[in-house]
Structures are given as C-alpha cells and as structure tokens.
Nanobody
Framework: QAQLVESGGGLVQPGGSLRLSCAAS????????IGWFRHAPVKEREGVSC????????DYAHFVKGRFTISRDDAKNTVYLQLNGLEPEDTAVYYC????????????????????WGQGTQVTVSS
C-alpha cells in the first residue's frame, strides 16, 4: 500500500529552523512530483512548495519568501522541506502529498488537491 510518512516537526522559537522529512513506502517516488501543504487551525489548507521529478523544478508559495527549501533524495525515497526563519504564522500541521505526476502544478496551491498524503507533522512556532 502506497504511503507517505512525515516527520521532523516540533516546537521552535521565532527565527528557528526545522527540517521536515517525507518518506515513501509501498512505491518509489523518484518519478513523481512531491508537494507540501499545511493546515492551521481555523484557516484553509494552503500549498507550501513542490518539487518535480528529478528535482527539475521547485516552486514555493509567496509567503515562503526564501525561507524554505525543498529537496529530494531519491536513493532514500525521501523528500525534505527545510524551514528557516520560522514565524508564529507558520504554525500548522505540514503534509507531504503526491498525485503521481511528473511535474508540479502551475499553481503551488494545487498541491492541496493531491490524492495521496501522510498523517502530517505538527510545527509550532512560539516563544
């Protein structure tokens, strides 16, 4: 059964960093684009980033402002999201997701419609 498992979340102070991991099992993700979206309480889900197959292209939501970096290690069947310069507004559950397509969608927000995602990992930014 195809699964994605996120990890790496936690509690950090404003300005801190975290590295989120998205490990795939039951399938090889090297041919697919992988996206990250987040869901905060009383807010809509929003796409954060996407990386296409072979890392040919990466996209980010406007609010990332150069703070986050998405990468992939296909040998480990894992995609990462490095979060730097975290702000309280980044507090949310972060999910990785795939629609088993090669390329990322034109709009990063489309990631929220992908049909396979994990259980999420909580990121809390607070002093």
């Amino acid at each position: 059964q195809a699964q994605l498992v996120e990890s790496g979340g936690g509690l950090v102070q404003p300005g801190g960093s975290l590295r989120l991991s998205c490990a795939a099992s039951g399938f090889s993700l090297d041919n697919y684009a992988i996206g990250w979206f987040r869901h905060a309480p009383v807010k809509e889900r929003e796409g954060v980033s996407c990386i296409s197959s072979k890392a040919a292209r990466t996209d980010y939501a406007h609010f990332v402002k150069g703070r986050f970096t998405i990468s992939r290690d296909d040998a480990k069947n894992t995609v990462y999201l490095q979060l730097n310069g975290l702000e309280p507004e980044d507090t949310a559950v972060y999910y990785c997701a795939t629609d088993r397509l090669i390329n990322c969608p034109v709009l990063v927000d489309t990631v929220i419609t992908f049909d396979t995602w994990g259980q999420g990992t909580q990121v809390t930014v607070s002093s």
